[in-house]
């Protein structure tokens, strides 16, 4: 490195010093913390993500300054890889090693050392997008990043405003494709995709009314944009965050997922309605209901990720039936971690789709659904999408070709072509999943309850056992299975056959020294009791702290 690229980091980075006494770890949400605490972390990933731009040829990086559905009050930033897909793996070491380095002088030793270990040419400059969701932090860490970027000399930072993380994501992807690649255009796209799907139904009923938590964040904002153009589909966003609720706070889809209660600013009134709730920078999204049983109107009848992945799964499957047998040829599969629900994954392969299990993490089942020519993932908290190969799109437009205009074939290739245009291949979005799921039901001409209908879940339990040394835990690398202590998996087996339909696992948190344990059962008091089993078991093999 030249001793001006040099100067201009250790010049840069005085603006930012590290705080005392924090250290903090890159993994699959970024780096997360109280937002007081990251303008340094935020600075430096900026640096970092110029030096990903310029090692992939001067290829667009994201970086996206958001921290989900965590308290108002964090903040975090991810960076977004040319592809759209998350950081490569390979630079999540760096990423720690930069955010923690205690000194300006120690910072630049790691980016020297770094530099020509990748053999990163500098000269030219890189080009981050930079976005941000609705925190009040959110401007002033992003001031943050762009003088990171920046500081590595030539590169170029374009504050491409406030955004969900999958619209970022997707501008990247774009981007990067050579596409079109602003805001009006994702909305474009999805407007498109979702009329020609629409326009596909073969007996259109009215549809009835969806009502929207938006967890007063990004998320309910942009639906709002995105509803003005699309005549189909009738939808009332509440928690929008301008009547002053408070982003995350009671509301959004890791609260109502984990609570199974309604958000705020819903009740008994809405029982019955098929209502949907976004997290924080909506890039999850579930579905309820509130059972017109429910006398307080507060507990719902959850349609999770598992849920939404196997409506999507299902749909899909329709439409390469009706090709025939070259759709049968197709290679469908669907991705889960072993937090799924049993009644999930049986349902699916029932269907004869093919499942794989992957680790717990987002990025680890995007990897899994690309093995596939059509690879749907989802974790149960909402949070995932749809892949179609490139080989296998370039199938169905020849295809779309081929087929007389109208004919139930056509039909059918023409809706995968939308769904794939429709879904944001990128990462998981709530915004084109939830219209994903709102044309199907028109497809089918469901009810939210006759979607719910499709499997019932199997009551299941989660607890954390504390322990001296989580990492004497070892599992597979799909994590159904415990590989250490030796004997502990055994033990586990001899209990999960106590149980009808019983099923149970354990894996070491990555952040805690506690290991979880998740349990189901065919009723809510096997689950429980089988769960506290395994605790036990836990402590007997590890010791508890």
Known sequence: MEETQIASILK??????I??????SYGTAGFRADASLLESTVYRVGILSSLRSLKLNSSTVGLMITASHNKVSDNGVKVSDPSGGMLSQEWEPFADQIANASSPKELVSLIKDFVEKKEIAIEKGGEVWLGRDTR???ESLLRAAEIGVRSVLGSVAVDVGVLTTPQLHWMVRAKNKGLNATESDYFENLITSFKCL????????ESSKLVLDGANGVGGLKMEVLIRSLSDIDVEIRNTGRDGGVLNEGVGADFVQKEKVVPLGFGVKDAGMRCASF????DRLVYFYIPSESCGGDKVELLDGDKILSLFALFIKEQLNIIGDEGKKCRLGVVQTAYANGA??????????EVVFAKTGVKHLHEKAEEFDVGIYFEANGHGTILFSECFLSWLVGKQKDYSEGSDKHNAVSRLVAVSNLINQAVGDALSGLLLVEVILQHMG????????????LPSRQVKVEVLDRTAVVTT???TEALKPLGIQDAINAEIKKYGRGRAFIRPSGTEDVVRVYAEASTQEAADSLASSVAQLVKSFLGSS
């Open 12 to 17: 840069s980075s005085e603006l930012y010093p």
């Open 198 to 205: 629409i326009g596909l139904i073969p007996v259109k009923l």
């Open 279 to 282: 997290d924080g920078d909506a």
């Open 477 to 479: 690398s799909e994590e």
């Open 446 to 457: 469901w009810s939210v309850q006759k979607w719910n209908e499709l499997y019932k879940d």
């Open 19 to 24: 705080p005392q006494s924090v250290k903090l």
């Open 344 to 353: 999930s994954t049986d349902y699916v392969k029932e269907m004869g789709l």
């Open 136 to 138: 009040p932090s959110g």
